[in-house]
């Protein structure tokens, strides 16, 4: 549980760092401004939104030194692993390739098999999605239907 007097602290410790008064953090992040004033005179506690939108906001603010005053502000330089991409999956895959080109040896025939049983474990591990082998009294798939954020869906339906 985030203790509010301290994580009070914590963001006037962030308001201070970036200038900012209490009425332009809050224009910058996107929420009312009386949301704000309440939560830095202690009547509020904060949201999970209200939190995820200070990291989108600020990526120099460590999620769990904002939440529980464990780590740095603003983030230490070496923990942030840089790449194009933002995926996780694509941030293992590049730390597994520089493993892969250190370790390379012309002689060594296995080093490769291995490092790609290594690489394929990692994507299994820690991708998004699953492949469920079929039973033999599995149904027929009758429609998919996606919703959006909007209100919106779409449906689809096997040929």
């Avoid at 985030?2 to 332009?24: C, H, M, P, Q, W």
């Avoid at 730390?95 to 002689?107: A, G, M, P, R, T």
């Amino acid at each position: 549980m985030v203790n509010t007097e301290d994580f009070i602290k914590r963001l006037e410790e962030i308001l201070e760092y970036y200038g900012l008064s209490a009425s332009g953090f809050a224009d910058k992040i996107s929420v009312q401004r009386s949301s704000l004033s309440h939560l830095l005179s202690g009547r509020n506690k904060p949201s999970l939104d209200f939190i995820l939108k200070i990291i989108d906001e600020f990526p120099e603010v460590d999620l769990y030194w904002i939440l529980n005053g464990k780590g740095t502000f603003p983030k230490s330089e070496n923990k942030i692993i840089e790449n194009n991409s933002s995926t996780p999956i694509s941030k293992i895959e590049n730390v597994v390739e520089k493993k892969i080109e250190s370790n390379s040896d012309l002689f060594s025939q296995n080093v490769e098999s291995e490092n790609t049983a290594v690489k394929n474990n990692l994507e299994e591990k820690f991708s998004n999605t699953q492949n469920f082998p079929q039973t033999k009294n599995s149904s027929n798939i009758e429609r998919i239907v996606v919703f959006y954020k909007n209100g919106s869906f779409k449906e689809y339906q096997p040929e």
